[in-house]
């Protein structure tokens, strides 16, 4: 009898932590990023997005999808812009985005390079 009541408080622990996973997934979100780059002199190496001491690879012109983020307010950072190379309508880089529980949260980022001047 002993035997099966172990069994049994082993198996409602084993369902708990695939409960408490299962729930951590479903809290989770994701970002995706769409880069496009327009002008003269593109940069052909593509981009670095940093965030939360994270770092991760971005094409010139393509989208990117970071999963199993925890929902926050993230400050990021786009860096590797050539010197020709701006980010929308201004010089900064850097910008904000929220993940929210169970969303995937599109962010579009439009880089301009401007032909670079021949000395």
């Keep these: 009898m ?3 009541l172990l069994l049994i408080i082993a198996l409602l622990f084993s369902s708990c932590d ?4 299962a729930i951590e997934d479903i809290t989770r979100g994701s970002l995706e990023i769409t880069t496009e780059t327009s ?4 940069d052909e190496d593509g981009y670095t997005l ?6 991760v690879s971005l ?4 989208t990117t999808l970071i999963e199993d983020l925890s929902p926050n307010t993230y400050q ?3 860096s590797g812009l050539a010197e020709n190379c701006t980010v929308g309508d201004s010089n900064s880089a850097e910008f904000e985005f929220i993940i929210l529980p169970n ?9 301009n390079c401007t032909g670079q ?3």
Excluded: H, M, R
């Design 50 to 55: 940093v965030y939360d001491e994270q770092e």
């Design 117 to 119: 001047s021949q000395e």
């Design 103 to 111: 969303e995937t949260i599109p962010v579009e980022i439009a880089v």
């Design 59 to 62: 094409p010139v012109n393509g």
């Design 39 to 42: 002008g003269e002199d593109i």
């Design 2 to 4: 002993l035997i099966i």
């Design 76 to 78: 990021a950072e786009l």
């Design 18 to 21: 695939k409960a408490t996973d």
